[in-house]
């Protein structure tokens, strides 16, 4: 799988948005962009994933460079609950390989 | 909504013992994984299971680990000789198709001694 970067950790304030960023500079064409995200104590969870075109679901928006060499999850008013660590993973060959990822700390 | 559901919540096993890890992916899943996260670290892929056979798997996925469907509803991994390395939690997920979300179970946590 193509790599991924994302920065190590990033603040929010409760009720604001958060943009969440993710480069994949050598992504193919048919690479699959997803976001997981994993709360604290939990297995990970889906957020959102898409190919081309930005995707908006009832969790968060993706908004997709127009090259694809990055990605940003938006989540529009973040919650306390939406401190988690957030992965960004292209879905290319045979594995979902996870990264680092962002923790993402909410502030009330 | 139906689940990923992995069995048993909580293993502990002795060190050189065999340990055997239960998932029963949701009915419409074709596409298998599994993943270990040490405690305090990410997750890390193991490997990737489709039409019966390996698709890929990862540097970790030794020969000590293997996994099998062998009845059509549940998915195994199985460490033959279990070391204290090998204590962390293991995720199951399923997909029902290439490239549609991934859906995790709860995880087992296996603690070897």
């Known amino acids: 799988d193509a790599k991924t970067t994302q920065p190590n950790s990033m603040e929010s304030n409760e009720e604001e948005p958060v943009h969440l960023p993710c480069n994949h500079s050598?992504?193919?064409?048919?690479?699959?962009i997803h976001w997981y995200r994993q709360l604290p104590s939990q297995g990970p969870e889906y957020v959102i994933h898409?190919?081309?075109s930005n995707v908006n679901n009832r969790m968060a928006s993706l908004a997709i460079a127009e090259d694809r060499k990055s990605s940003t999850l938006i989540l529009h008013r973040a919650t306390l609950r939406d401190a988690a660590v957030y992965y960004c993973i292209l879905r290319g060959n045979n594995d979902m390989r996870f990264g680092a990822g962002t923790r993402l700390t909410v502030k009330p | 909504e139906p689940e990923v559901t992995q069995t048993p919540s909580h293993q502990v096993t002795q060190m050189g013992q065999e340990v055997i890890l239960r998932c029963v992916p949701i009915?419409?899943?074709?596409?298998f994984y599994w993943y270990r996260q040490i405690l305090g670290q990410k997750v890390e892929f193991l490997v990737s299971f489709y039409n019966n056979e390996i698709s890929e798997k990862s540097e970790i996925f030794d020969d000590q680990f293997s996994v099998e469907r062998p009845d059509g509803s549940n998915f195994t991994l199985k460490i033959r000789s279990t070391k204290l390395e090998d204590s962390a939690m293991y995720f199951c997920a399923g997909q029902s198709s290439y490239n549609s979300p991934l859906h995790f179970g709860n995880g087992t946590r296996l603690t070897v001694t």
């Open positions: 009915s419409n899943h074709l596409y």
């Open positions: 050598t992504i193919s064409g048919t690479d699959y």
């Open positions: 898409g190919l081309t």
